[in-house]
């Protein structure tokens, strides 16, 4: 079975730090990749997504994650954060052509940026 | 921009009462799913849905917990008689085709107490 580790449970930067927040997954096939982000009071959204291809995706509001296949890592990344960016973000896998479509969540890591 | 609709925002019910859990997905999404959040704890897969039938479901959905698309809009999730450790945010979501990224609901609280 797929599983998702998202190992900092809190991370706390100032305004116009980089981030980096780790995400690893366990299965051994093909899969698909996404990062959600979930902010105050509001719903999950759809921040990126690795299917196929460059193993370099680009998301919405500068977020990029990379896929390292070597590393079952998919971490997700911003060079300089802004205070709006406090949310709580989560890394979820699925496990391609399986016919599952289920999407195996980790348990989010919690982002306070500090103005 | 489209989005997903959930009612009630925050629902508390007795141990053993029956609920219903309603979600609107997003009118041409074809693949509709539930999902929860116990406090603290991951967000974790029970239900996907197309063409009026369960396509996959996780062992948290057991007898207790059914879907039914009623109608061409609602989307609903029952719990037939409510556990304490049903007390979790529900998610529902939905999506155009069958891997894609999940628009997800804002979500339901549901307390039992």
């Known amino acids: 079975a797929q599983s998702v580790s998202q190992h900092n449970h809190h991370v706390i930067l100032s305004e116009a730090a980089s981030l980096e927040l780790g995400c690893n997954y366990s299965y051994g096939g093909t899969v698909n990749l996404f990062w959600y982000v979930q902010y105050p009071g509001q719903h999950l959204q759809l921040l990126l997504k690795?299917?196929?291809?460059?193993?370099l995706v680009k998301g919405i509001k500068g977020f990029e994650a990379e896929f390292i296949k070597s590393k079952f890592s998919f971490n997700l990344r911003k060079p300089s954060v802004q205070w709006s960016d406090t949310a709580e973000y989560f890394c979820a896998v699925n496990a391609s052509g399986t016919g599952a479509n289920n999407l195996f969540f980790g348990t989010g890591t919690r982002l306070t940026v500090i103005p | 921009e489209p989005e997903v609709t959930q009612t009630p925002s925050h629902q508390v019910t007795q141990m053993g009462q029956e609920v219903i859990l309603r979600c609107v997905p997003i009118s041409n999404h074809l693949y509709f799913y539930w999902y929860r959040q116990i406090l603290g704890q991951k967000v974790e897969f029970l239900v996907s849905f197309y063409n009026n039938e369960i396509s996959e479901k996780s062992e948290i959905f057991d007898d207790q917990f059914s879907v039914e698309r009623p109608d061409g809009s609602n989307f609903t999730l029952k719990i037939r008689s409510t556990k304490l450790e049903d007390s979790a945010m529900y998610f529902c979501?939905?999506?155009?085709?069958?891997?894609?990224?999940?628009?997800f609901g804002p979500g339901t609280r549901l307390t039992v107490t």
């Open positions: 690795y299917f196929s291809g460059d193993p």
């Open positions: 979501a939905s999506s155009e085709v069958e891997v894609q990224g999940k628009y």
